[in-house]
């Protein structure tokens, strides 16, 4: 197994890892003995009351990353109603996850006004990648090539208006990472069309992927096929998949 497949394994154990031990934690079990110490530091955040989650801030590592996180924020405080964006940690694990994987080739269907993308973005500008991101909404497109601007980030971003289920036929080159945050009932379609093109090693992220939400359809397409690796994960009641193509 290659290393930056390792990472994204030895990652998703953390995850799990640290899940468990919340929910130990909550329910009174190993991790609430007395003696418990949480963590501390710069950019931790812990509250006494067990029902709180362990939280962090993005701290920017040089003046790019600042500007780009300042568009973020201004974006999550002015123009999030309406707009079904990601919450901000989960625009956070989509950065890691590209960057951890060395991403080159990026597919999100589902731009809204650019806000995951350019969490997606911050992470290939790292890895010399870019993002092809689809959406039907001619506004919402538009607000997108805006934001996307703001951040510094348009050179790493193609995007492409009308029909997704029509424009990804149009898709030839391997992909890194998809992300599917779009018409839930359309994930299965949007998989089978672009499964084939994603590498061996790959990431397939779908977002609003808890109960209530989720196409069963979907879960069962992404759960039962060998040549994939699922889990689900809850970021502050937010539920997302992670599959990985097995090489």
């Known amino acids: ?50 029902a709180q989650e362990l939280s ?7 003046d790019f990353e600042k500007k780009v996180l ?9 123009q999030r109603a309406g707009s079904l964006s990601v919450p901000r940690d989960d625009g956070r694990l989509l950065r890691l996850l590209v ?36 959406d039907i909404d001619p506004q919402k497109v538009a607000k997108a090539t805006e934001n996307f601007k703001r951040a510094g980030l348009e050179k790493y971003v193609t995007i492409i208006e009308g029909d997704a289920h029509q424009k990804v036929l149009d898709l030839k080159e391997p992909i890194d ?15 089978n069309k672009l499964l084939p093109l994603v590498k061996p090693g790959g990431l397939i992220v779908a977002h609003n992927m ?12 992404i759960t039962k096929n060998p040549q994939l690796e699922t889990i689900f994960i809850s970021i502050r009641n937010s539920g997302i998949s992670i599959s990985l193509k097995k090489r």
């Open 56 to 62: 962090s801030v993005p701290l920017p590592k040089d």
């Open 177 to 191: 990472f998809l992300f599917l945050d779009a018409d839930k009932d359309g994930y299965v379609d949007y998989l």
């Open 99 to 134: 960057e951890s994987i060395n991403a080159k080739n990026a597919v999100e269907i589902g731009t809204s006004i650019g806000y995951s993308g350019i969490w997606i973005c911050l992470g290939l500008q790292k890895t010399g990648g870019h993002l092809t991101t689809f």
């Open 1 to 50: 197994m290659k290393k930056d497949s390792i990472f994204v394994v030895s990652l998703v154990v953390g995850i799990i890892t640290f899940t468990i031990g919340l929910n130990a934690q909550q329910q009174g079990g190993p991790q609430s003995a007395q003696g418990f110490r949480p963590p501390s530091g710069p950019g931790i955040n812990f509250s006494r009351n067990p």
């Open 70 to 78: 300042d568009v973020l924020d201004d974006m999550d405080k002015n």
């Open 210 to 221: 808890n109960r209530g939400q989720a196409d069963q359809r979907y879960v069962d397409a």
